[in-house]
């Protein structure tokens, strides 16, 4: 199946920058930071030669893809890791993280008293140069720290860490989802995604991982400081295989609660899709997918876990879709 080479605008430190041959952009959701490479041709234009390259440092980078009839829309900001100059084959590959980079890059000793979790990550986001997309909250991380022991809020006060770490448990703790697009950081309740559909015939590859032996019982063993007691809670039959968890300062509740969750993500990832289509820009981890067309149990519901986009010269803009089936 053809795919054509879109237009791509690539801008440096907002300077726009000619010769990109190979794009790839690695967005996997789960509080953690998008990931480029480009491959650009040295000496696309007499300013873009090695010497421009080797000057150039820490900086920022936008991609835009063409997205007809919308314009150009941004496939990543973010800044510039490495730099890597092949003077054989004439190509610079620049490699990096979108802009949650200037987070988890940044060390923080702050004890935030009395703040809540948005008024943290407004003044995280404002602080490293992101424009906050906040939802308000109203519990104060000190009270997290009295109604939850120890058990993940100690980390709020150990004067210690990444400022992105810090907002990936707050995130947790009002079971938010937190990302960052462009130059906005969203800290919010997780959106509800308009789902999609696939067909085995839009597919340029399609196939399918099912493991055969998954555990079958989930067991969370703990201690909990505050009641002074050994924690021991299993979820499933014990016929099969078994996985222990081993977390601390969790009540009767919590644990049966991560029990049961680790069982149900263990079956959920027994079945995984891995689809390669035409690139498009509106799917991102977390989409529901609907599959038909196999005639058999793969048509059924999934959900992105991580999307590769790439754009080269040789296969035009294609995207790669890893996602779990929504049952085993």
Not at 186 to 199: I, T
Not at 215 to 225: F, G, Q
Not at 229 to 241: D, T
Request: aromatic share 6%.
């Amino acid at each position: 199946m053809p795919v054509s080479f879109p237009q791509v605008h690539v801008i440096i430190d907002g300077v726009s920058v000619q010769g990109a041959v190979n794009i790839l952009v690695e967005q996997t959701g789960y509080y953690s930071a998008d990931r480029f490479t480009i491959e650009l041709a040295m000496g696309a234009a007499p300013l873009f030669s090695a010497g421009y390259y080797s000057e150039l440092g820490l900086a920022e980078i936008t991609i835009e893809v063409a997205n007809y009839p919308a314009g150009f829309s941004g496939l990543i900001t973010g800044q510039i890791d490495n730099i890597r100059i092949d003077f054989t084959t004439s190509l610079v590959k620049l490699s990096g993280r979108n802009l949650s980079a200037r987070l988890i890059d940044a060390e923080i000793s702050d004890t935030f008293v009395n703040q809540t979790s948005s008024q943290i990550a407004e003044t995280l986001a404002l602080r490293h140069g992101l424009v906050p997309n906040v939802t308000v909250t109203s519990t104060p991380i000190g009270q997290y720290y009295e109604l939850d022991h120890a058990r993940s809020v100690l980390g709020l006060h150990s004067r210690s860490g990444n400022a992105w770490d810090l907002m990936a448990q707050l995130a947790q703790l009002e079971n938010f989802s937190l990302s960052v697009v462009g130059k906005i950081l969203n800290f919010l309740p997780p959106l509800l995604l308009q789902a999609a559909f696939l067909n085995v015939q839009s597919c340029i590859d399609l196939s399918f991982d099912m493991a055969t032996t998954l555990p079958t019982t989930a067991i969370v063993k703990s201690w909990n400081t505050r009641n002074k007691i050994a924690l021991n809670h299993s979820v499933g039959g014990m016929s099969g295989g078994i996985t222990t968890l081993i977390k601390p300062n969790l009540t009767s509740e919590q644990a049966q609660l991560i029990a049961t969750n680790h069982l149900l993500m263990l079956t959920l990832h027994s079945r995984i899709m891995k689809a390669k289509i035409p690139g498009e820009l509106s799917m991102m981890p977390g989409t529901a997918i609907l599959l038909a067309g196999t005639g058999s149990s793969f048509d059924q519901m999934y959900v992105v876990d991580s999307i590769v986009r790439e754009i080269s010269v040789k296969d035009g803009f294609t995207q790669t879709i890893r996602a779990h089936a929504v049952s085993g």
